[in-house]
T-cell receptor
């Protein structure tokens, strides 16, 4: 019963490097999303997807790319990491019929 | 405009005291859902409760209770007889049917229960 799995849990990047945060869910949920959590700002939506082949921007999409080639996977790509992207990232999935969002365990990213 | 407001940034209580976490939301939808999530020091986000806009019945689950009042757009969360393990950040969230079920989170309330 894995739920939402995201990797890596911790990562340190140098400014300008690129990387991909992986997210997979095994609940056949249509909706998946990425959030970043920063002190005092709650969770802010980066990108989301309502189904395979469909993605859209959230509140803070700049500097990030996503794709949804399968229902299960929703990777988040940092194209050229910046210190402002130091944050905790959460992947989440949602079944439209159930309307409860489930989160992965979080990925702590530091850009130096 | 902030759709979900948690005015209390930090709260400290002594163990066994009751504590209420406030949440005020803003929406024009008639169909929406409200949530509370707990984030303990380990960092994961734990789902606590979901209420839909058509059900204003208050709910009690063990030491937790929730007071949903549409008239004041509030969905407050009370912990009775608090324990040290309740120390966490608590997030209130809103999901509107009209915006494709996007979730809007408050900025969180950090609760510290002092032994």
């Amino acid at each position: 019963n894995a739920g939402v799995t995201q990797t890596p849990k911790f990562q340190v990047l140098k400014t300008g490097q690129s990387m991909t945060l992986q997210c997979a869910q095994d609940m056949n949920h249509e909706y998946m999303s990425w959030y970043r959590q920063d002190p005092g700002m709650g969770l802010r939506l980066i990108h989301y997807s309502v189904g395979a082949g469909i993605t859209d921007q959230g509140e803070v999409p700049n500097g990030y790319n996503v794709s949804r080639s399968t229902t299960e996977d929703f990777p988040l790509r940092l194209l050229s990491a910046a210190p402002s992207q130091t944050s905790v990232y959460f992947c989440a999935s949602l079944s439209f019929s159930g309307n409860t969002i489930y989160f992965g365990e979080g990925s702590w990213l530091t850009v130096v | 405009a902030q759709k979900v407001t948690q005015a209390q940034t930090e709260i400290s209580v002594v163990e066994k005291e009751d504590v209420t976490l406030d949440c005020v939301y803003e929406t024009r939808d008639t169909t929406y859902y409200l949530f509370w999530y707990k984030q303990p020091p380990s960092g994961e986000l734990v789902f606590l409760i979901r209420r839909n806009s058509f059900d204003e019945q208050n709910e009690i689950s063990g030491r937790y209770s929730w007071n949903f009042q549409k008239s004041t757009s509030s969905f407050n969360f009370t912990i009775t007889a608090s324990q040290v393990v309740d120390s966490a950040v608590y997030f209130c969230a809103l999901s509107e049917q009209g915006t494709g079920n996007q979730f809007y989170f408050g900025t969180g309330t950090s609760l510290t229960v002092i032994p």
